[in-house]
Each structure stands twice: as structure tokens, then as C-alpha cells.
């Protein structure tokens, strides 16, 4: 780990307010400067890696909230996580963390396996009665978390349905390679679907290579370095067998990945071509607003936008689904308080750290139902799935949508 990146912190404390888990708990230990001054002390071998030390850095969401705010340019989360990667890379992976991060995740056909005797237990009936009967209190409570989480899911992945290159309506502008996260192909198809279409619509050819796999994002959060390299090594040799101007996603968390290709693979030139090209859908529809807006029909309904993490803080991409949703005709756009605050999702945390999860989250319901709105507008697949399941616990009156469900909607009229 690069030690200026430490002594970088002046210790102003500007980065606490804006700390989910510092807000929760008020410890200095939860807090972005606290955490940078533990990884220091290790660095400086003032400390040992002690079990209570691990907790204090793991309760990080890696929401990078904290890097916003900062004026010296630390990224605390980002810490914590190389601080991960590098303990990894001495530990090794474990027998499960082996067989999901490389021998489930990076293979598309399989994970989509994986995920069929789900989608029988949600059509078979077999899931209301699990539910009625409240069986699942006998399991693991990490087991009852994530099947709350869950969606009904669409009768197919998205990826198996889609054919590869989609024309572009009308004359063609150029071509565009679609990153379809594997969460939007397998749980929010509808909203990829409606990305397409867009795209399509706007005079893009759209491809989107079938053996493209995960972004590694999973890999990065579980400290998997090498799992990370190899996913981005094969995205960069598929995508580049296509001569796109631009490879556009409408997954904040893969987005975010992407972009870092060129970092991870540092000195790799065609890496750092991807990273150059990579788009966030909204960066690509927010081009072409005066012709959005001549296709956008009325849509009466009164929204508010979730910025999530990896778009806002990752990418600092926050004006451009707002611009975006202002241009919907009858479409009242209202601010939410604390947009870019994190929900408590952050990969498997809402699983691994329910407690400190639910606490981020209620927050986030709170300002939602504040609002007034009755939809609520984001764009990462862990954001829509620990926002659908808080919505529908709390304020079932509110719907969730993806931002490019919305627009699609408009533009069907
Ligand atoms: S991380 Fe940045 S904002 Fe936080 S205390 Fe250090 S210098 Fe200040
Ligand atoms: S990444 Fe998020 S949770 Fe972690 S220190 Fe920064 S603000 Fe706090």
C-alpha cells in the first residue's frame, strides 16, 4: 500500500458527517480518519492485526462517501479495501470464497444454473408457503436475509434472450458495446431491456457480446486481486474484438469497475482504451437531451432520484439522471435530503452486517417518505434490491424503477 496515501490524512475530520458508519455510532474507530489511522499504525507496525482491528475496518461499507469529502483527496473506503486485498493475497481465498469468486461468478452459464431451482422455488408456489409458514426461522438468519432480498425473478436471464447486435433505429450514429452486469441480466432485465432500447432508438447499434462475463466487482470486494485481473482481461479481449465507440452499462457498481481496468492493470494499454470508453448510461443519454426531448411523451408522476455510490462518489456522475429525469413532460422531480447517502446495501454487506445495514437504511426510507414521492428512481442493482425490499416492508406506496425504465416508459407513451 502506497504510505502517502495515509500521512495524506490531516485528521480534519471533514469526512465524519458524511460517514454512514460514523453517523450510526459516533466511534472514531467507525469513522473514515479512524480507519485511515488504524491502517497507518499497522503500516508503521505500531499495532497488531488484531481480531477487534478487523471489525473496527470491515464495519466500511466502501461506499467512498468519505472521499467526496475530503479536501486532501483520501479515499478511506478505497484503503480499507486495498488494506483487504492485500491480507488476501497472503491468507489465500477459502474453500467457498474459491468456488463462488472463480469457479461460479466468472462463468455466466453457470451462475444462471445456479439461479434456476430459485426461480422453481418462486413459481412453484413452494416460496409462499416457505413464507406463510415462516420455516425459514429455522435456518441460518443470513439464509431468511437473502431470500427477502429477492425479486421475482424474470423467466429468463436477460443475456439469453437478447440477440447480440441490436440495429440502430433510423440512421445509425455509431455502435456501442453493451456491459450487461450479470444482477440486471438475471434479476432486472426489464431495465436492461429498456437501455437497449433507448440506445437503439437513439441511432446506436447496440452489441452486446453473449461470453462477456462479471466485472469483477465481487472479486474486489472480497479482496480476490487475481480474480479481478483475470475477469478484466477477458472483458478486454472480448469487447475488443468489436470496434465500439463507446462501452456503456447501466450498472453503477460495474460501471465503476470498469473505469478502474486501467488502474488494475496498470502500464496495459487496450485496459486503459476500455476504462477510456467505458460510459455510465446516463453520461451517453444526457449527449443527446434536445432529441430525448422530442421523443419523451407526458408521464404524471412524481419522482425523486437515489444517487447510488458508485455512480455518485466512484464516478462523480450526479447532475446527469437528474437532467435526465427533468426532461420527462409531466414528471415532477423532487430532491431527496441526503441523495447520496449510501442505502446500506454495498454488495453482501446487507447480509453480512444486517444490524449496522438496517440502521443506514432506515435513514434512507425516512428521507424518502419525506419527499413525497411516489417513485423512486436509482440505477445500481444493489441499491434497487435493498431499496425494493426496504420500500416494500415500510412504504409499500412507493414504487422503484431504474432510470431507464423510466425514460423507456415516456418514450412508449
Ligand atoms: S480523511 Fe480527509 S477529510 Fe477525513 S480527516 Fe483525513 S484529511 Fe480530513
Ligand atoms: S467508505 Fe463509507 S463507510 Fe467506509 S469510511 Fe468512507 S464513508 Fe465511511
Redesign the pocket.
Known amino acids: 500500500m502506497d504510505y502517502v496515501k495515509l500521512i495524506?490524512?490531516?485528521?480534519?475530520?471533514?469526512?465524519?458527517p458524511s460517514c454512514p458508519t460514523y453517523k450510526e455510532t459516533f466511534l472514531e474507530t467507525a469513522s473514515?480518519?479512524g480507519r485511515?489511522a488504524l491502517i497507518r499504525k499497522l503500516q508503521e507496525g505500531n499495532l497488531d492485526q488484531s481480531e477487534q482491528l478487523l471489525e473496527y475496518l470491515s464495519l466500511c461499507l466502501d461506499c467512498q462517501a468519505?472521499a467526496s469529502?475530503?479536501?486532501?483527496g483520501?479515499n478511506?473506503g478505497e484503503l480499507v479495501a486495498e488494506f483487504t486485498c492485500e491480507r488476501k493475497s497472503d491468507s489465500g481465498l477459502g474453500f467457498m470464497e474459491d468456488l463462488i469468486l472463480r469457479k461460479l461468478v466468472p462463468h455466466p452459464d453457470r451462475l444462471e444454473t445456479s439461479m434456476a431451482p430459485m426461480r422453481l422455488y418462486q413459481n412453484s408456489g413452494l416460496q409462499k408457503l416457505v413464507r406463510t409458514l415462516g420455516v425459514l426461522k429455522m435456518f441460518p438468519k443470513q439464509l431468511e436475509r437473502m431470500e427477502g432480498l429477492l425479486p421475482p425473478l424474470p423467466a429468463r436471464p436477460l443475456r439469453q434472450e437478447i440477440n447480440e447486435i441490436t440495429p440502430a433505429v433510423g440512421t445509425e450514429r455509431g455502435t456501442v458495446g453493451f456491459f450487461l452486469g450479470c444482477v440486471m441480466s438475471l434479476i432486472f432485465s426489464d431495465a436492461s431491456r429498456a437501455t437497449i432500447k433507448l440506445l437503439s432508438s437513439l441511432g446506436y447499434r447496440v452489441i452486446t457480446p453473449r461470453n462477456q462475463v462479471c466485472c469483477g466487482a465481487p472479486n474486489m470486494l472480497a479482496g480476490d486481486l487475481v480474480g479481478l485481473k483475470d475477469a478484466a482481461h477477458t472483458n478486454i479481449d472480448i469487447f475488443g474484438g468489436y470496434n465500439v465507440d463507446f462501452i456503456v452499462t447501466d450498472c453503477g457498481g460495474c460501471g465503476a469497475e470498469l473505469k478502474k481496468y486501467g488502474d488494475h492493470l496498470d502500464g496495459y494499454a487496450p485496459a486503459e482504451a476500455f476504462s477510456a470508453k467505458t460510459r455510465d448510461i446516463s453520461q451517453l443519454l444526457a449527449l443527446h437531451q434536445d432529441e430525448l426531448r422530442t421523443k419523451l411523451k407526458p408521464l404524471s408522476l412524481k419522482a425523486t432520484y437515489h444517487d447510488p455510490c458508485h455512480i455518485a462518489h466512484c464516478q462523480g456522475i450526479r447532475k446527469e439522471p437528474r437532467d435526465l429525469l427533468k426532461l420527462v413532460p409531466g414528471l415532477e422531480f423532487t430532491e431527496l435530503e441526503a441523495a447520496d447517502a449510501c442505502c446500506g446495501s454495498a454488495g453482501t454487506y446487507n447480509i453480512e452486517r444486517p444490524e449496522m445495514s438496517d440502521l443506514i437504511l432506515k435513514r434512507k426510507l425516512d428521507t424518502i417518505r419525506a419527499s413525497g414521492a411516489q417513485v423512486l428512481v436509482t440505477s445500481n442493482p444493489g441499491c434497487l434490491l435493498q431499496l425494493k425490499k426496504g420500500l416494500a416492508d415500510h412504504l409499500p406506496d412507493v414504487k422503484i424503477m431504474h432510470l431507464t425504465e423510466v425514460l423507456a416508459q415516456s418514450m412508449a407513451g
Open positions: 495524506n490524512c490531516m485528521r480534519c475530520g471533514m469526512c465524519l473514515p480518519r485511515v468519505c469529502a475530503c479536501p486532501c483520501v478511506a
